[in-house]
Each structure stands twice: as C-alpha cells, then as structure tokens.
C-alpha cells in the first residue's frame, strides 16, 4: 500500500509544476536529437527507429507522471496508431494502466457530498482501494444484495484542468505528430469538447442506457446494467463483469473459432452505433473490453461517444464505395464537402492532396470491399503504416496553410483505426457488412 | 448545527449562548462588536456575567476556532472506518472533515479572515487553543506512524513534523478562503496533494539512505 500511495506524492500539483515537467521532458527530447544526429555522424547507419524509441520512452515517462487529460491525450495517439511511429505506440498503450489513486478518505467524502452517506453505509462491500485506474477516474468494487458492482469515481478538478492541460500538450502534438499549427487548433477544439462530454458522468449514465438497450439484439454482446440512484456527476455505478480483458484472453489461447466470434461481435457492435444510431462508442482501447467467461464480449465505459452529423455521414462512408474511385467526379465533389480540399488550394495542392486521398481511401476502405476480411493480414497494416508515416514525412502536408479534413472525421477515424487494430490484435476474420445504401 | 445545539441549552449554558450570538452579530454587521459593554447590553445581560465564560472577545473566537476542532474530531470518531486508517488517511480524513465544518460557517469566516484580513506571517491570537488541540492530536498520529514505520524518525527534525503539519492547516485555510472553484475542489485537490507530500517527506526516502552513506564514509574516515 505504501508503495502504491507513493505513486501519488510524485505527481507534479499545479500548472507551474505540470509545465516544467513538459518543459524538462522537452529539452530531454531536444537532447534525443542531438544525440541522434551526433550518433548519426559516427555511424549514418543508425536508424530513425532507435531516436524514436529515446523519445517515446521520456515521454511517456513524463506523461505517465499526469493525470486527467494529458494522459487521455497519450491515450488518443495511443489509439491513433496511423498517427504514431511504432516506438511510440507500445509505451502510450501502456499509459493506459496506471494511473495513480485517489486516497480513501477522498473517496468517502465525494460519496458524502453527493449521497450523504459513506460508501459503507451505501453498499455491503466496497474495496478500500481502487481496482482500477481509468484515465479521469478510478474503479472500485463494491457488492449489494449479492450483486458485484464495479463504482467508479471522477478525479476531482479534472473538468476544469482539461482546457490548461491540453495547451500544455501543444508543442508536444505538433512535434509528435508532424501536422501544421493550424490543423492541429483544429483537431484540439474537437478533442476538448469531447473530453469535456466525458467529464459529464450523468450524460454518460444516460447514454450508456440508450446505446446498450438500442445493441441489446446483437448476439455474443454483454452490457453491464447501470444504476442511477447510485450514481451522479462524480460517481457511475453499474454491474461488475467479470472476464479478462483482451490482451489476458488472448495469452490463453483461444480457437480461431473463438477469436473470430469475438471479433464479429465487434464489428456488429460498431455497424449498428454508425449506420443505425449514428453515434458510436469512440474509444475502442482494450481496456473497454471484457470477455466473459461464457464467451461473450462485455463492453464497458460509454464516456467518450462521438455522435455523427448526417451529412458528414453521408460523404464519409459514401467514399468506401470501390466503384467510386474510379469516378473522379463524385469524388471531387466529396472532397470538397469533407474539407480535404479547397478552393484555397494550387492546382499543383489539389492534384498532390486528391491523388493522397485517393490513395487512403481506397486503403482504409479495403476491407469494406469484400464480403469478409482476414484481419490477422500484417501485410494490410504496413501498408497503413507505411502510408502515414509517407504522409507525415511530407513537405507539403506540413506546408499547408489549412486544416485538412472535417474536424467529425478526428474520432470517427479514432474509432475505426481502434477497431482495425482490435480486430487485428484477435486475428479476426469477420463478415465486413456494409449499409444497405451502400450496397 | 450549532444553531439546535445552541436552542436545547439556552438556559443552562450561558457559554453556548454567548458564543452564538457573538457569531450571529459578527455575520448581522460585518464586523465584532464594538465592546464587550454593547454586547451584553444587546443581550440584556451583566457585563460581569461575560467574564465569567471570556476575558475578551479574542477567547470567545479562539473558542469557535476549538469547537470546530472538536466537532471534527467526534464526526471522525464516528466513522468506523477511520480507526483503520494509516496516518496519511487519518489526516486526509481530518483536514476533508474540518473543511466540511468550515463550509457550515463559511460567512463567518469570511468576514473575519476574508481576503487580506488574515495576517501573512504572525497568527491571529484565537488560533492558539485549536493550535494546541492539532498538535497533540497529530502527535498521535505521528508517534503511531514512526511505530508502523510509516514515517521516518529523524534526529532534531523529527521534532518539527507537529509544527510543519500545523503549518499546513494555515495553508489549506487560506486556500480554501480564496477557493472560488466548483464545491471547492480545488481545495479537495490542495489537500490530497499537499497531505500527501507532506508523508512523502516523513516517510523514510533516498535522503535518509545518502545521509547514512555520508555519517559512514565520516566515521569510518
């Protein structure tokens, strides 16, 4: 226990003390590159990977080092793996896990100050210490007339540290993920209101009731039940699952047959939120996911859900249509309405950024193109990979003077790349349905 | 709360009585009485009879400071969770709980210590009975942590812990004066840090390993 609440003590208090641990990290990565280049005169050989691998490990150590926000935002290019060169992924993915506690007698004082009664009062049971830290909150189990239930509990001051925390994070996006000034305002004023919704517990209580009654009919899927009269704006209480998260599952072994149910269920999960109630679930990190001991998948943590306007919806998935890049035409009309190219632009712009796109889509719509996919398929993610960083070394996406691509299309990508990736993880091969619109 | 303590024992307890109404006075008129004569007029009572409970109005407000003290201590005892507590928990506990009493009497307190009023270095004279009651209970605390190892014994400044613990409660008063946050979380993350760093500090660290190496590498010169 020591142990663990030393953790704590180490976090930096304060935005003085946040921005000097980023300013420190900062001159570390700066000495990254020095230090690479000085390598790189004694032996041209060395690689790139290996300057990454420096960076990504001072980084993270100094992200692990905050709460709230920035460690969301760790987790965001965690998950945007299109984003991210390889060192990075791996130690962000790990960011995931540790967050440090929030001390007990807190604890009780938040469920004073909202139910006026201590949680031992409230519940038979409930654990002294968290069971698990998420990234604005943590989980605790408490039991109640038999039941197991899973309570988790919001950081205090984290809604009000998400503005001051994400312009910490600036200079480090912009150097991290190689995009100009301008696109980044752009993708971060989306981000932030996103991270605000997620500080909102009732809103999430609310919408983690309509979108499981809404996925209720498909099949291998569990929802934990949420109780309202035990939950409020700091506190979400809802049934305990019990299972193993997917990296243990998968240390088990499962049968192709298994891994593919699984990985179906995913995907339905997600054709319904798009097409149907075109609001998904935007957060597909592995520690959303649960499998049950009787097989089923169990999804949990509804806090971060994008919800998709109409007509973003209708240029975006019109572009996994295979036929479609072969008609110039409808594709530029496209383009034009998703913001990935403007009247702005050179023609020398648009041909580079059309030809880009073009390129992506086709890539990114692949699996959409076939009745099912194998995506245990390594070849189909290096050329993902090898597409951004293609992209992200390019001059003239640096050089451009505008943002690209409508600010929807953030989470919405956030939400497939996780998926693909998920997918990928399981060795899924799943049947890609597809809207019947598109069909 | 103080107010249905102060109505069952108005006849008997002429201190309880005093006490609130100095309170109610203070949050009527913005200010303290202006002599002990006014406030026993005003009460339709013997200046005399005031002496018998204070000797001025700093005891009555040094007594306010001891009742919230007080108060805090037997709602902690109350709950049964908190005996099992380590000493960072206790304290985190008590300084959450003191707030909580605090907020009761927000306005009094305001507009005796608001903004400017409390002194930067040297403290208000009526802090010196609560300041007694903290110390011999965090001594507790403490003497129960060097035992459990929690904190580490140091020669010469083991003795201070008491007075820098103290030092934080001043601390999180005036934060918590000048909190304009939300429920005063700002407050809630003041503490948790601060309480913390504070057991990080006591508890044994790298330093007592250093000053250790350097007494051997001393003596064994």
Known sequence: MREERKEQGQIPVGKVQRAAKFISTGAKVGGNYIKHYAKKIADPKLSREELDNDNATDIYDSLSQLKGSALKVAQMMSMDRNMLPRAYQERFSMAQY?????SYPLVVKTF????SKTPEVLFDQFTRSAVNAASIGQVHQAVLKDKKLAVKIQYPGVADSISSDLKLVRPFALRLLNISEKELSHYLAEVEERLIEETDYELEVKRSKEISAECAHIPNLAFPQYYEELSCERVITMDWLTGNHIKEWLLKKPSQKDRNRIGQALWDFYHHQVHELKQVHADPHPGN????ED?????????????????FYQGYFSLIKKELVANQEELDKIFYSLEF????????????FKSIFKEMISLIGKPFHEENFDFADNNYFDQIYELSDRVSNDKMFKKSRQARGSRHGLYVNRTY??????????GAKVDTTKPDWLL | MEKTAAKKTTKVDKRAKLIEQFKNHVLENGKEPVSVFKFTQSLKMKEVDFYAFFSSFTGIKRAIWQTFFKETISILNNQEVYNEYSGREKLLAFFYTWIEEL?????????????????????PKELGGFRQDFKEYVNEILQVGEETEEIASRPFISEKYDEALWL????????????????????????????????????????DTFIDFAKFLHQSK
């Open chain 1, 98 to 102: 540790s967050a440090p506690p929030l």
């Open chain 1, 112 to 115: 004073q100050k909202y139910f």
């Open chain 1, 289 to 292: 996911f649960i499998i049950l």
């Open chain 1, 295 to 311: 097989g089923k998948l169990g999804i949990i943590d509804f806090g971060c859900v994008k919800v998709i306007p109409e007509d």
């Open chain 1, 341 to 352: 190219i403007s009247d702005q632009d050179t023609e020398e712009e648009k041909r580079f």
């Open chain 1, 417 to 426: 790349f996780g998926l693909y990736s998920l997918l990928n993880q399981l």
């Open chain 2, 103 to 123: 907020k009761n009497n927000r306005s009094y307190l305001l507009t005796l210590y608001g903004t400017d009023k409390l002194p930067k270095s040297s403290l």
């Open chain 2, 168 to 207: 934080q409660v001043l601390f999180i008063f005036r934060f918590w004066i000048k909190d304009h946050s939300e429920g005063f979380e700002k407050t809630d993350e003041a503490i948790e840090k601060s309480v913390n760093l504070a057991f990080d500090l006591m508890g044994k660290s790298a330093l």
